[in-house]
Every structure is written in C-alpha cells, then in structure tokens.
C-alpha cells in the first residue's frame, strides 16, 4: 500500500483530515507527502492510504504534484515564500571615529568639571571672607545673646514649679 | 463567625494544615469540570480549567489544541474517526 504515488490522508495532527501524495518512501517508518499539506516527512501511523494512485515520478517538484492533484480536484496549498527584507546592518565605527568621539567626550566632561571647581571655589572664598568680615562675631554674639533667653525661661518655670509645689 | 463575603458559597472551602500544628479554614475560589471528550468522556489535555471570565481573557490558541476538533475529541477518537471517514 505504501509507495510512490498512493494518495494518502493525514489523520493527526494540525493537518488531520487533509489528502496528498507519497512522493517518496524514506524508510519503513518515514514518507516524504506533498499535497493539500506543505511537503513533510510522516510517520506511517499518522496517515490512511487510500485506494487511488497517480503516475507519479519519485521526488517530483511542487508544481508537478499540483497538476497531477489539480485533475483529481484537490487543491494544492501553495506557500508563498516571504520576500526577504535586508536587515540594516549595525555599523561600526572606525578607530579613527572612535578617538574623536572620545576626546569630544572628554572635551565636554572637562568643561563641566572646571566650571563646578570653580563655584565651588567662589561660594567657599565667598563665605570666609563674610565670616572674616565680622558675621563671625555676629554670629558668635547671636549665639551667646540666644542661650541666655532659652535658659532663662527654663529657670522661670522650674522655679515656678518649685514656687507652685512648695505652696500646695 | 466568617466575614459577611465568606459566609455564601460562590468560595470552595478547604482545611489547610498551617504551622502551629493547626488546621484552618480558608477559601479558594471554584472551578469548572475539566473539559471531557464528546465521543468517550476522556479528560481532554491542554483546555485550561478556568471559570469563563478568565477564559474570556486567555488567547483562543491558548485554549485548545491546534487540529480538527481540538477541544471536542481527544486525539484518539479524532484520528478513529478520520480513518473512518477515508474508509468509507
Ligand atoms: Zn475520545
């Protein structure tokens, strides 16, 4: 029953259901089957041959076994082969590219750095100059003339406290 | 006494032993019968067992297998039934 030119149908999987043609017997187990399929290699056990055979020739072409079907009024799936589309290729960049790429890089990371040197130069000569100006004695003054008014009311209300306990 | 929402029976119960030696109550939510054969009541592989708000979310090629009466017949009786049909 098995041989080329048997017209088979496939009974599992994704394409149960759907007729071809051996076209070519692999070994006892495998056939290579072409038809309302794509062209596969199957196991015997997944197809049911049928009682008609074609004159076929072995590994004959796709559009052969669509003539040969297309007399018998089957239709043959006809895949379209996907147009190729050309990746555009990552680019790499020459030595020489790279270098200016770097000192660019570099040009940019200096400029950054000199100018935060700079503030920072400014703001701190800036604040010592206030501070030797005479702030820190303002400060120094602000800080004594504000302790004595946190301590004092402390003082008050404790000797309030006392004042109120030795009452009762 | 359970919550209010716990009390109905839209929740399956189960005992579940939790540490301390303990057996507690606690809720999970149902589910549907596997998904059976038309032909010989097989239980039929790769229907997920979800309720069918879920099932509404899940892509249909994710649903059942990819072959004639996928998710009817188990593949078994498809392939029967295929011979049969060349046979005849
Ligand atoms: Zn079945």
Redesign the interface.
Known sequence: MIEVGRLV??????D??KKGVIIDVLDDKYILIDGETRRRKVNILHI?P?NQKIDIKKNVSHEDVAKALDELGLKVRITKPKPKTQKPKAKRKTPEQLRVQKEEKKKLRDIFRHKKKEQKSEVKQEATLEEKAGLSEEKKEGAKAEKPVEAKPKEKKTSSKKAERSKE | MPAPRLRSRSLRRIFRKVPGNRVSLQYREKKPKPAKCGNCGAVLKGIPREMPYRMRGIAKTRKRPERPFGGVLCSRCMRQKMIDKARQ
Not at chain 1, 9 to 14: M, N, Q, T, Y
């Open positions: 149908v496939k009974i599992a999987g994704r149960a259901g049911e049928l």
